[in-house]
């Protein structure tokens, strides 16, 4: 079973009991005591998942304004505007909206679970995205946070700071979106967003995050192979290895871990086994940043050469685009250190 990263939510009878545009703000079931109080409940449940990293998202066939005046001013609302990474509040129909949602947040339909009262909405999005989970929302809204914890798409065994980040994450990437809309030169706008990029070398402390980059990153991942903890601890022990971990920070917020190096030393070679990413920060200039000063590093050490393996899939495109940008023929011979992304300020840490 795939796991899931996002629960898509509907609004009415769903979040809260009654219809926004019908009922109105003091008209709906959304209270401390019967029946409003299995909906606050809900509404507490979801939220402790998106404290375990599940994204959440609106798809609702309702009036904008009406609808974001009960989140934004009911006093019971649990879940508020900065909660949700994307919305789709509008009458068409909710498959399409989940298209856009996935598009958007830049997840895979199979990683999104739908939830509705309204059984016509769910089979529309079986019929036309199986790959969307939807199962059957219980008609009693008192039986919604124990159908909610009985679902098995959620469960880890590990919890990561990046993931009880996720949520945050997704809902600062709005805010960048919204901003790069002011600036007609992207450079410009990559500038203003003031990027800190800083750079581990054969550093321990975030072991868990680690194997999980290598576990899920598909799209910029030269040779994906994963590893556990335990491996990427003796790689980091090992004096023949050299492990390169990133965190980024802008303006708007903490990235956290965004990038991975495994590279072993061969003489004065550099062999990369293992180059990865997450794609949340693609097009704008981290990739040439850690090049940079994975380049930088080599160069001090005395490394003439740096060789890369890559093994191609369907997804890592993106990474086959950086190889042929920056090797020739899987070579790179280092004649100086390159000067790249200069709106990013990079920061080197080796322990």
């Not at 800190?196 to 576990?215: A, G």
Request: aromatic share 8%.
């Amino acid at each position: 079973m795939t796991a899931k990263k996002c629960i898509v939510l509907d609004l009415d009878n769903t979040l809260w009991g009654g219809v926004a545009g019908e009922d109105g703000l003091q008209g709906l079931a959304l209270s401390l005591t019967p029946p409003g109080n299995s909906f606050v409940a809900f509404q507490q449940a979801l939220l402790d998942l998106y404290h375990r990293g599940i994204i959440l998202a609106i798809n609702s066939r309702n009036n904008p304004e009406e609808a974001l005046a009960v989140i934004r001013t009911h006093p019971n609302m649990i879940l508020k505007d900065h909660h949700f990474a994307a919305t789709r509040i509008n009458w068409n129909d909710k498959a399409q909206n989940l298209r856009e949602l996935a598009a958007e947040l830049n997840i895979g339909l199979d990683s999104m679970v739908f939830l509705d009262d309204d059984p016509a909405n769910r089979e529309l999005v079986k019929a036309l995205l199986p790959a969307v989970e939807t199962p059957e929302l219980p008609v009693d809204p008192t039986q919604y946070v124990r159908f909610l914890n009985a679902l098995p798409y959620f469960d880890t065994e590990i919890i990561t700071d990046e993931d009880k980040m996720r949520g945050n994450l997704y809902v600062t990437e709005r805010l960048r979106k919204e901003e790069e809309k002011n600036y007609a030169d992207k450079e410009a706008f990559l500038t203003s967003l003031a990027m800190e990029l800083s750079v581990y070398q054969d550093n321990q402390s975030c072991l868990p995050r680690l194997s999980q980059l290598t576990e899920k990153t598909n799209q910029f991942n030269t040779n994906k192979q994963p590893l556990t903890e335990t491996e990427i601890k003796s790689f980091i022990e090992n004096p023949d290895y050299h492990v390169f971990h990133t965190k980024l920070l802008d303006k708007f917020g903490d990235h956290g871990v965004i990038a991975f190096a495994l590279i072993k030393q061969d003489g004065t070679n550099w062999e990369i086994n293992s180059l990865l990413m997450s794609c949340r920060v693609f097009g704008r200039g981290v990739e040439d940043a850690l090049w940079q000063t994975i380049v930088g590093q080599a160069k001090e050490q005395g490394v003439a050469r740096i060789t890369i393996a890559f093994k191609a899939t369907e997804k890592n495109i993106p990474a086959q685009e950086f190889i042929s940008k920056h090797f020739n023929n899987r070579e790179y011979v280092i004649l100086e250190t390159p000067h790249f992304s200069p709106w990013i300020k990079i920061q080197y840490e080796n322990i």
